[in-house]
């Protein structure tokens, strides 16, 4: 058994930073993580951080009204102002910590534009912006005294009592290893891409801490809310490695067989539309014209060297599949790529248990409501984990230690594999929704077949992406209406009467929590 103050589930930059916080504070923290360090989604981050840092071209009240269009009336208004206005301290911060962020000739950050936003406020180091700040975070971790980094040490359940979450168990490489908190412990892990065929996530996106944290007593919200990213590779073969939203906020086009950009007949900003009208629109392409396809055509923005030259790794990722992005368009098509929903925290990062906090990607703190607008995610993980370790450091999370825990069976109850799961989910409550799947989905899913096996990182991995799956696929089924991220067929139009409301989820069962009409922003 080990002894820390704070146990932090998960390397991004949600982790890391509520890691470094906490001990700064003087708190012993154990960062345990199922990779290495460095791997998770974070660090495949490539456009940037939203924050609104040019005060004369720009101000928090304008990010916060951009992130409250994006949301499509779910927002958690409180959230979403919290994050515009502390996202530029978090920023600054990681300057003085040394992210390699790209500046301009002026000195100022440089600030690139993306979708949705109404003004250039995304801060970028070029495409390859969470490497830069992982990368960074990841060495500040291993370098602090109070830190403790365990890698290949998969959760594997949470350690609760009467009073709340109190550590969790770990599988490190092979063995089950108690870690009691004294203070908090939080959980970071991320998101869910995998639970899809199609994404641009990393291998470890599988949900993990969703049916954890239900489990012990936590409740998640929003899950139904899953973002497909318009713009990912789409050639027979390779993976849907990810062509940034910047690269439009910088003048790229989409274009279908014969070169017409189509994007505006779905809306007037075109390309730059909300990230669910760019993805549907281009769904409903493909749906017209399979084999004529789309295309991504970067030449607008300038010389083929300057094109190469601002985005380097999307330009490396494409030519390995032969495509130089400064002279050829680049085939796209959209693949799951966050996840709104989660476990549902306050405005601290806490979630319903005692005890157990929530950040990043699979946290709920109704920020995004039911769509995320480009780069509020590193903003929010950044955020949202120097408010968690505050809020550890005020001691709210009382500190308790009990008896030994019991540990948890060295078997677990998985499927054998995450592929037929991810297509019948991709299939089911991808971009295009509607009753007769959704329900036949969640009929599969509920009967998927599961087997005893011994307790490893893939049966872990598989568990989750069933379970998370299953409760995606039912609040898909449930929302019946079409609300960012969420779009039904069958229900084609935005309902407020029946669907301005969050759907819960905890161990004994679902609720609903209205959410408030928007306060209009002058
Ligand atoms: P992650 O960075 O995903 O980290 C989760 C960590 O938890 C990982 O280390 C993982 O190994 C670990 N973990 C998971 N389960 C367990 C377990 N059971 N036990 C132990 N450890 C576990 N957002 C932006 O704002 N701007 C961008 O430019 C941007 N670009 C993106 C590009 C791509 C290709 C992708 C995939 C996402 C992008 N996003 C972007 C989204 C953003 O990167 C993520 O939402 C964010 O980084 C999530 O950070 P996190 O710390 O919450 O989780
Ligand atoms: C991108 O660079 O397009 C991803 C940005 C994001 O997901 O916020």
């Not at 971790?141 to 359940?157: D, I, Y």
């Not at 690269?247 to 070169?259: K, N, P, S, T």
């Not at 998927?448 to 409760?471: I, K, N, T, Y």
Request: one cysteine or more.
């Amino acid at each position: 058994m080990i002894r820390t103050d704070v146990l932090v589930i998960g390397s991004g930059a949600a982790g890391l930073l509520f890691a470094l916080h906490c001990a700064a504070q003087g708190k012993s923290v154990m960062l345990a993580t199922k990779g290495t360090a460095g791997e998770s989604n974070s660090a495949w981050a490539q456009g940037g951080v939203a924050a609104a840092l040019d005060l004369e071209e720009d101000s928090p009240t304008a990010h916060l009204s951009d992130t409250l269009a994006a949301g499509a009336g779910l927002c958690d208004e409180a959230a979403a102002a919290i994050v515009a206005s502390e996202a530029p301290q978090r920023v600054e911060e990681l300057v003085r910590l040394g992210v390699a962020f790209d500046f301009g000739g002026s000195g100022a950050l440089d600030l690139t534009r993306e979708a949705a936003h109404s003004a250039a406020r995304v801060a970028h180091a070029a495409d390859a912006t969470g490497r830069a700040i992982t990368s960074t975070l990841v060495s500040r971790a291993l370098r602090h005294p109070n830190v403790t980094v365990l890698e290949r040490a998969t959760a594997v359940e949470l350690i609760v009592d009467d009073r709340g979450c109190r550590g969790a168990w770990l599988l490190v490489h092979d063995r089950l290893v108690a870690v009691i908190a004294g203070s908090a412990t939080a959980l970071a892990t991320g998101g869910s891409g995998r639970l899809f065929a199609r994404t641009t996530n990393p291998p470890g996106a599988t949900a993990d801490g969703l049916p954890l944290a239900l489990q012990a007593g936590a409740v998640l919200a929003d899950l139904e809310f899953v973002q497909f990213h318009p713009t990912a590779l789409a050639l027979a073969g390779a993976p849907a490695l990810l062509v940034s939203e910047a690269a439009r906020g910088e003048g790229g086009i989409l274009v279908d067989a014969a070169g017409r950009r189509f994007c505006f007949d779905a809306d007037p900003r075109g390309e730059l539309a909300a990230r669910d009208v760019v993805a549907r629109a281009i769904y409903k392409q493909l749906q017209r014209d399979p084999a004529g396809g789309v295309r991504l055509d970067l030449r607008p923005i300038g010389t083929p060297d300057a094109i190469r030259a601002r985005f380097p790794n999307i330009a490396a990722a494409c030519a390995r599949f032969g495509i130089d992005i400064g002279t050829t368009p680049i085939p796209v098509s959209p693949a799951a790529h966050y996840h709104m929903g989660g476990i549902r925290t306050d405005l601290w990062g806490r979630t319903a248990l005692p005890g157990l906090y929530a950040i990043g990607e699979c946290a709920c703190t109704g920020l995004h409501g039911a769509n995320r607008l480009a780069s509020n995610s590193l903003a929010e993980c950044l955020v949202f984990a120097a408010r968690a370790a505050d809020d550890v450091h005020a001691g709210t999370a009382e500190g308790f230690d009990s008896g030994d825990p019991s540990a948890p069976p060295a078997h677990v109850e998985s499927p054998d594999a995450i592929a037929p799961i991810a297509s019948l989910l991709w299939d089911s409550a991808g971009v295009e929704r509607e009753r007769e799947l959704l329900r036949r989905a969640v009929a599969a899913l509920d009967g998927f077949a599961v087997e005893r096996r011994p307790v490893s990182r893939a049966a872990l991995e598989a568990r989750a992406v069933l379970a998370a799956g299953l409760l995606i696929a039912r609040a898909a089924l449930m929302r019946e209406e079409s609300r960012g991220s969420h779009y039904r067929s069958d229900f084609p139009e935005r309902d407020d009467a029946h669907w301005r409301a969050r759907i819960l989820w905890s161990a004994s069962g679902q609720s609903f929590e209205p959410v408030a009409a928007p306060t209009p922003i002058s």
